[in-house]
């Protein structure tokens, strides 16, 4: 008897599920937005905990490659933009933790994810900034890779990661611009600093490229993705976009892309590129990048460096809660 009323409940509970699902994506197909405290499939749950996340570790970690250059940078214009951006990118790393809340995971458990090295970010951030001419390229091809990831992103689905996008975009494009300015300067240098610029997009070309993740015949996430409205485009036509509009801007600085295979396609109206090596890339998620163990390494001791400041925080809260609470008495 119990079996067959457990049987009967799961199916009286899966039809119910069915229908939910039907509604759930009815109101996607309507671009309505999706709230905390809506129904949600847990896979949707489970693969908006999973990008946010991510997404918030790559913000956090993507300070410290530029942040080895404040103390070097060559002007305080030049020192100042750069504060700010990696102040930014703080900033970036905690609405979408917040964001990344609202689906019921705590922050304490993200952090302990990416600090024990469970958690993965973008790969790009496990490259070395080399000379002052990365900190440009940074801006340029990485930061304005991030923009065209997260433009789309705007429009996501679920409402609390689409409004913190929103912002972000906006201070991406700062980024972008500093970048590019800092290098349209050095460009108008010595020949020697002329090389520097030549040298970082050299190295930087391809990993920007690979920001945008494998094929989408090779992503195992991107259909779900693409149906619920979290992703807008695929991982090729974002890098299609990318190489579109970086080649003219490439020209106008002067420097060349490191692709033999670069050619305009007349037909398409776009520029074809030749295939990342997604081996190299493969090697770098995996943990074998030439930074991994260092940027994990600055990570952890900054988490323990802050820890002081966690506990005067908590302390305070509970003293403005027991002050509201005396004068409410
Ligand atoms: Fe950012
Ligand atoms: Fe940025």
Known sequence: MYTQALNSETVVSTIDDEQKMTAFQARIDREEKIEPNDWMPAAYRKTLIRQISQHAHSE?????????????????????????????????????????????????HLVDQLLSGKAKYSSIFNYPTLNWADVGVVGWLVDGAAIMNQIPLCRCSYGPYARAMIRVCKEESFHQRQGYELLL??????EDLKEMVQ???????????????????????????????????????????????????????????????????????????????????????AGH?????????????????????????LVYAEKQKSRMAQSAA
């Open 60 to 108: 956090i970690v993507g300070m410290l490659p530029e942040g080895n250059w404040v103390t070097r940078a060559p002007s305080l214009k030049r020192k100042a933009a750069l504060l700010a951006k990696i102040q930014d990118e703080g900033g970036h790393g905690l609405y979408l933790y917040c964001a990344a809340e609202t689906l019921g995971v705590t922050r304490e």
């Open 289 to 313: 990048g030439v930074c991994n163990k260092q940027r994990l390494k600055d990570r952890i001791s900054a988490h323990e460096n802050g820890a002081w400041v966690r506990e005067a925080a």
């Open 185 to 190: 300067q050095m460009m108008k240098g010595s």
């Open 199 to 285: 040298d970082a997009v050299n190295r930087m070309w391809w990993p920007s490229l690979m920001m945008f993740g494998p094929s989408d015949g090779v992503s195992e996430h991107s259909s779900n993705s693409m149906r619920w409205k979290i992703k807008r485009f695929t991982n090729d036509d974002l890098r299609q976009k990318f190489v579109d509009a970086t080649v003219p801007q490439a020209k106008i600085l002067g420097v060349t892309l490191p692709d033999p295979d670069l050619v305009f396609d007349e037909v398409s109206g776009n520029w074809k590129y030749g295939e990342p090596d997604w081996a190299e890339f493969k090697r770098v998620i």
